[in-house]
């Protein structure tokens, strides 16, 4: 048996090591759901981070290419 005690009211309680095991599971997939939540983020952020920075070095390729083509024509 395990004591709990809840944090809203302060008031202890037993509880049997099913019970237990079930709101330790609830707590670790609350805690593994928000992680992972906020590593999906960060994922979807590296990646439209990188698609921008591809975007640029396209802009800057195409600027050098039109800059070394008007310096061949002189």
Same mark, same amino acid.
Not at 38 to 51: M, P, T
């Given at each position: #048996?395990?004591?709990?005690?809840?944090? /809203?009211?302060?008031?202890?309680?037993?509880?049997?090591?099913?019970?237990?095991?079930?709101?330790?599971?609830?707590?670790?997939?609350?805690?593994?759901?928000?992680? +992972?939540?906020?590593? +999906?983020? =960060?994922?979807? *952020?590296? /990646?439209?981070?990188?698609?921008? =920075?591809?975007?640029?070095?396209?802009?800057?390729?195409?600027? #050098?290419? *039109?800059? #070394?083509?008007?310096? +061949?024509? =002189?």
């Amino acid at each position: #048996m395990h004591e709990i005690i809840c944090q /809203k009211c302060k008031q202890a309680f037993k509880i049997d090591e099913a019970g237990y095991a079930d709101i330790v599971k609830q707590v670790r997939d609350t805690e593994f759901e928000q992680q +992972l939540n906020e590593r +999906l983020g =960060l994922a979807e *952020k590296e /990646k439209e981070n990188a698609v921008e =920075l591809a975007k640029e070095q396209v802009v800057n390729e195409k600027r #050098m290419e *039109k800059r #070394m083509g008007s310096v +061949l024509v =002189l």
